[in-house]
T-cell receptor
Framework: GAGVSQSPSNKVTEKGKDVELRCDPISGHTALYWYRQSLGQGLEFLIYFQGNSAPDKSGLPSDRFSAERTGGSVSTLTIQRTQQEDSAVYLC?????????????FGEGSWLTVV | ELKVEQNPLFLSMQEGKNYTIYCNYSTTSDRLYWYRQDPGKSLESLFVLLSNGAVKQEGRLMASLDTKARLSTLHITAAVHDLSATYFCAVDNREYGNKLVFGAGTILRVKS
């Protein structure tokens, strides 16, 4: 596609429910990132994929958070037993690879509200 | 730990004026990015700076990088209302993992 595509764009869920957020990176991009942006805050790194493997999961805030990537393309971020503090915009980004000068492109984000 | 600091965090300026946003980072960087974010929108890539002395310009925005000082600047020339947005700088360094570390962002409001 023309850009990084994320779905759903908005999700309201009840506390304790599980949610899945999907990211379709730009075609041919091997590097994929998940970030979280809370209201009025900066961006917090969650996880990085190179192909299907995740060499850096250091930003996942708890074991309720997990992510996978299949076929070197689509990625899913799963949050189990959601809590109110999980409310944020979840941004996915991709780049061709980690070579110098490669721009990292962001999607529109998935706005998650836990009530 | 790789840390990125921006200042100012909020900038209100009149149309036609010039100003500079500063981005300091704590250790060597592989790449430095500037992004723009409009309210309720995602991040738009403005510049990627790689080497010491790099300067890039697009319209009224010019970004520069001084790797020795660990400083990047985003200079705004003759500001117009359409430049109102939040501007983020971000840095990555392979030694600290494969992630961009973002500054807190600078909210820019250009008054007509």
């Amino acid at each position: 596609g023309a850009g990084v595509s994320q779905s759903p764009s908005n999700k309201v869920t009840e506390k304790g429910k599980d949610v899945e957020l999907r990211c379709d990176p730009i075609s041919g991009h091997t590097a994929l990132y998940w970030y979280r942006q809370s209201l009025g805050q900066g961006l917090e790194f969650l996880i990085y994929f190179q192909g299907n493997s995740a060499p850096d999961k250091s930003g996942l805030p708890s074991d309720r958070f997990s992510a996978e990537r299949t076929g070197g393309s689509v990625s899913t971020l799963t949050i189990q037993r959601t809590q109110q503090e999980d409310s944020a915009v979840y941004l996915c980004a991709s780049s061709y690879d980690r070579g110098p000068g490669n721009t990292i492109y962001f999607g529109e984000g998935s706005w998650l509200t836990v009530v | 730990e790789l840390k990125v600091e921006q200042n100012p965090l909020f900038l209100s300026m009149q149309e036609g004026k010039n100003y500079t946003i500063y981005c300091n980072y704590s250790t060597t960087s592989d790449r430095l990015y500037w992004y723009r974010q409009d309210p309720g929108k995602s991040l738009e890539s403005l510049f990627v700076l790689l080497s010491n002395g790099a300067v890039k310009q697009e319209g009224r925005l010019m970004a520069s990088l001084d790797t020795k000082a660990r400083l990047s600047t985003l200079h705004i020339t003759a500001a117009v209302h359409d430049l109102s947005a939040t501007y983020f700088c971000a840095v990555d360094n392979r030694e600290y993992g494969n992630k961009l570390v973002f500054g807190a962002g600078t909210i820019l409001r250009v008054k007509s």
